[in-house]
C-alpha cells in the first residue's frame, strides 16, 4: 500500500453538490454537530437550498445559526454572500413534538390519540424510551424528505454511546412498540391456551399486585390504558421505520463518519462503515476531524537536536532550547495522529477520507465553519 493511499483522500465537493441527505454519525464529542452545520454551510455556498437538522449545538454555535428557540421550525441563517439558490437553514429536534405528531399519524382515531398522549406513562416514557432519539430524528428526516422542500438535509446524529445504535433505532422501536412480554404482563389473557403462557399470566397477576401495592392502582391502570391504545399502531410503526431505512438506502443519501485521531473513536468509525456496507448504505466518506495540522519535517529531529545542544547555559539560551524541544513534541504528535489513523484505518476503502485540523478555538461562528467546511470540500486538510 502506498503511503498516499493511506492518508488523506479526496473529499466530500460532490456529495455536498449531489446529495439529497447526508448524515453525519461517530462517537461522542468528536464534532459530528459542527461537521453537520459545516456541511450545511459548505451546501448554501454551492447554491443549494439546505437545512441542517441538528440534535445537540453548543450554545454558541445555536446562537450563531439563530437557533435560539427550543421549536422544531426550521430557521433561516443569515449567511452574507451566498450564491443565486443558496439557503442555508437549520432546526432543531424536539422529540416530544415529532412523537406526538407519529402518534397522530397512525392512531385509530383522534380519540385513540388524544388519550395515548394524555396518557402518563406515554409523557414519562416517550422521551427516556432507549433509541427514542434515534429513531425521533429519523421520523423527522422522513418527515422534512416527504416534505420536499428542500435540495439537501443535513442530519446530525444524536449523543449515542455507539455510533451503530443509530442504525439500530428502527427496529428497536418497532420491536419495543410490539412490545409483546409487556402486553403478556400486562394483559395476562392473552397468553391463554399454552403452559407458559398460563406461567407468565400467573406471574403477571402477582406483578400487578405488588406493583398495585407499591404505586398505586391508578399507576396501573395507566400502563394497560398505554399498552392497548398502542393495539393497532405497531404495524404502521414498523412500517414507517422500513421506509425510513429504504430512504436511507437510496445513492442520494449518504453518511459522512466523523472520529477524532484517537484509537477508541477511530475503531467505531471503522465498525460503523463495515456496518453500513452490510445494510447497502452508501458512505461518502470519513472525516478525521481534529487532528494536529501536520508540521514540515524540515529541519530534522537530529539538525535540532545540535541546535539545542549548542544552546547557551543561560537564560535566553534555555528558553530555545525549550522552544525547540517543544517543536519536536508538537511535531511528534501530529505524526503519531497520522500514523493511528492510519493504522486504525488500514484496508478500510471509502469515497473520501478527510483530515480536518483542530482549530484554536471552538467552532461556534460562520468563520469557523466556513474554515471546516473549506477542509470538507477540498481535502486542504491532508
Ligand atoms: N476541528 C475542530 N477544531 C476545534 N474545535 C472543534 C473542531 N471540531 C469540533 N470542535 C469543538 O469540539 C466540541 C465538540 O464538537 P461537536 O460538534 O459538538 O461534537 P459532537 O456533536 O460529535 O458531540 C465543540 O466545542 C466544537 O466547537
Ligand atoms: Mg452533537
Not at 461537521?35 to 437538522?53: C, D, N, S, W
Not at 403477571?204 to 405488588?210: G, I, K, L, Q, W
Not at 475503531?267 to 452508501?282: D, M, Q, S, V
Not at 486504525?344 to 482549530?359: D, K, Q, T
Amino acid at each position: 500500500m502506498t503511503a498516499a493511499s493511506q492518508g488523506a483522500v479526496g473529499d466530500l465537493a460532490e456529495d455536498v453538490r449531489s446529495a439529497h441527505i447526508l448524515v453525519a454519525t461517530g462517537s461522542g464529542g468528536v464534532g459530528k454537530t459542527t461537521t453537520a452545520a459545516a456541511i450545511g454551510l459548505a451546501a448554501a455556498r454551492a447554491g443549494r437550498r439546505t437545512l441542517v437538522l441538528t440534535i445537540d449545538p453548543a450554545r454558541r454555535l445555536a446562537q450563531a445559526m439563530g437557533l435560539d428557540g427550543l421549536d422544531d421550525a426550521p430557521r433561516r441563517v443569515e449567511v452574507p454572500d451566498l450564491p443565486e439558490g443558496g439557503e442555508l437553514w437549520a432546526m432543531m429536534l424536539d422529540m416530544q413534538t415529532t412523537f406526538d405528531r407519529l402518534i397522530d399519524r397512525h392512531a385509530t382515531s383522534e380519540e385513540n390519540a388524544a388519550a395515548i398522549k394524555a396518557n402518563r406513562i406515554y409523557r414519562t416514557m416517550s422521551g427516556s424510551l432507549a433509541g427514542t432519539q434515534e429513531y425521533m430524528a429519523m421520523e423527522r428526516l422522513h418527515e422534512l424528505h416527504d416534505a420536499d422542500e428542500w435540495d439537501l438535509l443535513v442530519v446530525d446524529t444524536p449523543p449515542t454511546r455507539s455510533a451503530l445504535d443509530f442504525l439500530d433505532a428502527p427496529r428497536r422501536m418497532s420491536s419495543f412498540m410490539e412490545g409483546r412480554l409487556l402486553q403478556l404482563l400486562i394483559r395476562p389473557g392473552m397468553a391463554a391456551g399454552k403452559g407458559v403462557g398460563r406461567f407468565v399470566g400467573a406471574g403477571a397477576s402477582a406483578f400487578m399486585r405488588v406493583a398495585g401495592r407499591v404505586t398505586g392502582m391508578d399507576l396501573i391502570e395507566d400502563i394497560g390504558d398505554f399498552f392497548r391504545n398502542f393495539e393497532g399502531m405497531y404495524e404502521g410503526f414498523k412500517q414507517r421505520a422500513d421506509q425510513v431505512l429504504a430512504l436511507l438506502r437510496e445513492p442520494t443519501s449518504r453518511f459522512v463518519v466523523v472520529t477524532s485521531p484517537e484509537p477508541p473513536p477511530l475503531r467505531e468509525a471503522k465498525f460503523f462503515l463495515e456496518r453500513l456496507e452490510k445494510e447497502g448504505l452508501h458512505a461518502a466518506g470519513i472525516v478525521v476531524n481534529q487532528i494536529r495540522p501536520e508540521l514540515p519535517r524540515d529541519p530534522t529531529d537530529a539538525q535540532i537536536d545540535r541546535a539545542i545542544t549548542a544552546q547557551t547555559e543561560d537564560r535566553d539560551g534555555q528558553a530555545v532550547a525549550g522552544a525547540l524541544r517543544l517543536l519536536i513534541d508538537v511535531r511528534n504528535v501530529a505524526a503519531r495522529q497520522r500514523r493511528d489513523v492510519s493504522a486504525a484505518l488500514y484496508g478500510v476503502s471509502v469515497p473520501a477520507r478527510l483530515h480536518v485540523p483542530l482549530l484554536a478555538g471552538d467552532v461556534n461562528d460562520l468563520a469557523g465553519l466556513d474554515r471546516i467546511a473549506t477542509a470538507l470540500t477540498t481535502g486542504e486538510g491532508r
